[in-house]
């Protein structure tokens, strides 16, 4: 058996329409008129197999195709289909085409699996209309939910309201949760928002881990005043002192990490924010992603023991917030020793390697076996209009998955 990758490609054009604007940028931003279309064409095809659906009480689409045997729990394959503003193509959208296209596969050979299969598209995977993400995924987990009723979106509105005109009832959400018994594994095609592959020319990787992630908001106070008539001998410049700091993080990784340990500052602000003053006060955000705890912990320390240097030498004072953790979340074997046989049953190349992005897998590895299949994202660029993947890797990556299905369906957990 094989995919149809035409028809997979044809699905990503027609999905990709739910979101393209005039302009030439594309949005389908999670429960908007956009994605709503999204997910009602989406939903259409699988109808058309005589596949049932449904949407549980947190907005996941559930597509449920069953096996020979009931009592079997269910193979389910998980993506999104909601983007981030100016978005790609291919984000999530891959994932769903592929786990669309292992249906048709299966009804087009007339195989039935022994395990039910759910194909699942999560609901808001991206987060930026709330500021937090990963809502579907962390309902079917169980995961304590930090939303509220009066959360306001960029436009003003009320998660309440916005959740209403899904059909959501927020107070309901928790209600989505699965019981783990019920899930044999979860497996998820993405596409890999790096570059390792590309660069390599490997069509597929197997995810070892994603990443785990520490942000910390840091304060350095030094003194505001006039910007010329302030000696530069006199001067307590919060900016100058948090440039020290920031100058340093790219040789503390270095040093203490491997080739695919990250840190970064992506936010600053300085006060007084004039130009002819000097800042008295810089804050800026610092996150840490690595695939083991130990080594963001080394970097963590590090870093803050050289910000209490830079301070106690100029004079400054400072404080460090933690504002989030998510810890590094590994792959289950199995999962993983089944991909890996599918890849070499397709008879191509790969690799294994980690995910520096969140994925609605970093949860589901908690809660039962995962196991993520990776296709390359061209010059390594995602979450852009210029997000590019090629056919030909697609269709890899969508052969993978089916045959992993098929792994998975004989696998014991």
Excluded at 17 to 39: H, I, L, V
Excluded at 202 to 214: D, K, R
Excluded at 339 to 351: C, D, L, Q, S
Aim: aromatic residues 6%.
């Amino acid at each position: 058996m094989e995919v149809d990758v035409k028809k997979v490609m044809e699905h990503l054009d027609e999905i990709y329409q739910c979101g393209a604007k005039p302009d030439g940028t594309f949005t389908r931003m999670a429960y908007s008129e956009e994605d709503k279309r999204g997910r009602a064409l989406f939903r259409s095809w699988f109808e058309k197999l005589g596949i049932p659906t449904r949407v549980d009480e947190a907005g996941n689409l559930i597509a449920r195709m069953e096996g020979s045997d009931p009592s079997l729990p269910a193979i389910l394959v998980g993506f999104h289909l909601d983007t981030v503003p100016d978005g790609g193509k291919y984000d999530g959208a891959v994932g769903c085409m592929g786990g669309l296209a292992v249906c048709e596969t299966l009804k087009a050979a007339g195989q039935m699996l022994r395990h039910p299969l759910e194909v699942i598209v999560f609901t808001d995977e991206e987060g930026f209309r709330f500021g937090s993400g990963l809502t579907g995924s962390s309902a079917i987990c169980g995961e304590k939910l930090d939303i509220s009723p009066d959360d306001l979106d960029m436009d003003g509105r009320t998660r309440r309201e916005v959740f209403e005109s899904c059909g959501i009832d927020i107070e309901r959400i928790p209600e989505a949760k699965r019981d783990p018994k019920s899930i044999h594994c979860f497996i998820e095609l993405h596409i890999e928002q790096g570059g390792t592959l590309d660069k390599n020319q490997i069509p597929v990787g197997i995810v070892s881990s994603i990443a785990g992630v520490s942000r910390y908001e840091v304060t350095i106070t030094g003194e505001a005043n006039h910007a010329g008539s302030t000696m530069m001998e006199d001067r307590k410049d919060a900016l100058v002192a948090a440039s020290q700091f920031i100058a340093e993080v790219p040789k503390t990784v270095k040093a203490c990490g491997n080739p695919y340990t990250v840190a970064t500052v992506g936010t600053i602000r300085v006060t007084p924010n004039s130009v002819n003053v000097v800042p008295g006060t810089c804050t800026f955000q610092l996150e840490i992603r690595d695939q083991h705890a130990e080594v963001m912990k080394e970097i963590e320390t590090k870093m803050f023991a050289y910000l209490k240097e830079i301070c106690e030498e100029g004079g400054y004072t400072y404080s460090v917030s933690p504002i989030s953790y998510h810890a590094p979340a590994p792959m289950h074997e199995a999962v993983k020793g089944a991909i890996e046989r599918a890849v070499k049953r397709t008879g191509t190349k790969y690799t294994v390697l980690p995910s520096g992005a969140f994925h609605d897998s970093l949860l589901m590895t908690g809660f039962v076996p995962t196991g993520m299949i990776f296709v390359p994202s061209e010059k390594g660029i995602s979450h852009s209009r210029y997000e590019f993947t090629k056919e030909e890797d697609i269709g890899r990556g969508c052969n993978v998955l089916l045959e992993t299905v098929l792994e998975a369906d004989n696998m014991k957990m």
